[in-house]
């Protein structure tokens, strides 16, 4: 390989970590940790710029993507809680510590279903909605900026890579 050529200093940490195992375990490939590795670093980077938004509104991962699940349902903003679970992609007491604490603040309401009292839904306050198309607003501009680094055709071309990727894992 090219990389196996190039002094240390030239690789990047995924191409290292490649390069020790060839030499360690020539008897195995380490090649799909040139995708796999790089998806990794960048799924922890890009985490890392998208929590620094939802901080300076005094939110977790959580809690912006329970709130900004209740206001993409539109008015009146609110969503049964076992919805609210699976649109989140958390466990039903995941999501009860969620949404304690962002009750606690006065940003979501619980109350019962009128057509049964066992249901519950959870709904965004007014307080809840202006804070989070406050938050959206900032964190799809930081989208934007992080998206804009690598060009439109190389972002394009990454979404449908990607796109096709999860339908993979999906089973779609």
Excluded: C
């Excluded at 901080?55 to 809690?63: A, K, N, P, Q, Y």
């Excluded at 709130?67 to 049964?80: D, I, M, V």
């Excluded at 604490?101 to 279903?113: D, M, Q, Y």
Aim: hydrophobic share 40%; no cysteine.
């Amino acid at each position: 390989m090219a990389e196996d050529r190039l002094p240390d200093d030239a690789l990047d940490r995924v191409a290292q970590i490649q390069r020790e195992w060839r030499r360690e375990r020539p008897d195995l490939d380490p090649s799909p940790q040139g995708v796999i590795g790089r998806l990794h670093l960048v799924a922890l980077e890009l985490t890392e710029r998208l929590v620094d938004v939802y901080g300076r509104f005094g939110l977790s991962e959580g809690e912006f993507d329970v709130l900004a699940t209740l206001r993409r349902a539109g008015t009146p903003y609110e969503r049964p809680a076992g919805e609210l679970a699976d649109h989140t992609l958390v466990t039903t007491g995941g999501l009860t510590k969620r949404v304690d604490r962002l009750e606690a603040r006065g940003l979501v309401e619980r109350r019962t279903e009128a057509s049964d009292a066992r249901k519950r839904l959870v709904r965004l306050t007014p307080e809840g909605r202006r804070l989070i198309d406050q938050a959206i607003a900032a964190h799809l501009e930081n989208e934007h900026r992080i998206v804009d680094e690598l060009g439109r055709a190389d972002a394009a071309t990454l979404e449908r890579i990607l796109t096709r990727w999860l339908r993979i894992f999906d089973g779609r």
